[in-house]
């Protein structure tokens, strides 16, 4: 055999080798970063701007037949956290990629234009809505712009602020230090006095409230009409002289 057909056979045999040894599978990593993107966006939702920390690398597999998909390693996909591809074949995961990932959420919600002072009532002229990072902030936080309008201050708001729900006591709501009426019912007998309340709190929530005059603490329910009830089921009556 001639020198040329040796080294054309040594050739082919080198093609048949590294043929034989490509991956049968491959996802580029920009296409998987695409994925992770778009699964992020769907998860938190269309106020989500989603940041890759790093980049991915090029996923290659000897089977065929490989899927890739994501999850999330926390039930909130919000803040610093992981998104995780599976590469699985006939639905046996063969492979996880953590992909840590930057989730902002962004809402319309209520900043204040001028400084709100403690106790202070809230009027429409002292805050805007504005499309805001939210990340921190659980949903049930903030506000809407009717829940604040009527609403005092529970504690001094800063010009530029977030106000949140704890930031308020809401119309209806009591602040420690107001003075508010208690009913106590025992069967068919009712007693009302007043009392200074010690402790923020909405209707149908639990209310500290210290009797006028005397160093008796009661704890009731708060009605709508700015009344300490007690009596009613799941109520308490605790009095210390």
């Known amino acids: 055999m001639s020198n040329f057909k040796q080294i054309a056979l040594l050739l082919l045999g080198t093609v048949t080798l590294t043929l034989g040894a490509q991956a049968q599978a491959y996802f580029s990593g920009d296409r998987l970063r695409q994925a992770v993107v778009a699964y992020a966006e769907k998860t938190a939702g269309k106020d989500a701007e989603v940041l890759v920390a790093h980049s991915i690398a090029d996923q290659g597999f000897q089977e065929s037949g490989v899927s890739a998909k994501c999850s999330a390693t926390k039930e909130s996909l919000r803040g610093v956290t992981n ?61 809407s712009r009717g829940e604040i309008l009527g609403a005092t201050a529970r504690r001094s708001i800063q010009k ?82």
């Open 83 to 143: 998104v995780v591809i599976e590469f699985s074949i006939a639905g046996r995961v063969v492979r996880r990629v953590p992909v840590p990932v930057q989730v902002k959420i962004f809402r319309n919600v209520a900043v204040a234009t001028s400084a709100i002072g403690y106790a202070s009532a809230i009027s429409g002229e002292q805050f805007t809505i504005e499309r805001r990072d939210v990340t921190a902030y659980a949903d049930k936080d903030l506000l």
């Open 160 to 241: 530029g602020g977030i106000i949140t729900r704890s930031s308020i006591t809401e119309a209806g709501g009591v602040r420690r230090g107001m003075v508010a009426d208690i009913m106590v019912q025992s069967g068919s007998v009712i007693i009302r006095t007043r009392g200074s309340v010690l402790n923020d709190a909405m209707p149908g929530e639990a209310v500290r409230i210290m009797r006028l005059g005397t160093n008796s603490i009661l704890t009731g329910i708060l009605q709508e009409n700015h009344t300490v009830f007690i009596g009613s089921p799941g109520a308490t009556l605790s009095e210390r002289e």
